[in-house]
């Protein structure tokens, strides 16, 4: 019992830091695609209205979705279970609303920051065959 426990602690770290390394690298690739500044001409900066840019934002929730699909696939085929994988979620989720709280992020940022990393747990788990099948 121990040592399954142990296993799945272990796949349960090494899935959080393949899903955070993955969207460090989405995040650094954003920030050299669409260079960091606001545009005075765009943004009325005397409202103190400040928006996103949106493809630095698209690039963060494209890399929750293969942060968590990869991180939390890797977790369940280590663990041979699924628990692991939904831990990995969790914690993604967990930083992404973090992240989402920003005063410059709006209302739907939340509701993607909890929604992208279940879906993408939710097909990881169909990934790894672990998914209990319908039956008819």
Do not use: K
Not at 55 to 81: D, N, P
């Amino acid at each position: 019992m121990t040592s399954g426990l142990i296993r799945s602690a272990i796949a349960t770290i090494v899935g959080i830091v393949v899903a955070f390394g993955l969207i460090l690298l989405f995040q650094y690739a954003s920030a050299s695609l669409f260079p960091a500044g606001y545009d005075t001409a765009v943004y009325d900066v005397s409202a103190e209205e400040i928006e996103a840019p949106l493809g630095t934002t698209i690039a963060l929730i494209i890399g929750w979705f293969v942060g968590t699909f990869a991180g939390g696939w890797l977790a369940m085929r280590v663990s041979a279970g699924t628990g692991a994988g939904w831990i990995v979620a969790g914690a993604v989720m967990g930083a992404a609303i973090y992240r989402a709280s920003s005063p410059v992020d709006e209302w739907w940022i939340f509701a993607l920051a909890v929604l992208v990393p279940a879906a993408a747990a939710w097909l990881a788990q169909r990934a790894t065959g672990f998914a209990t099948p319908a039956t008819a």
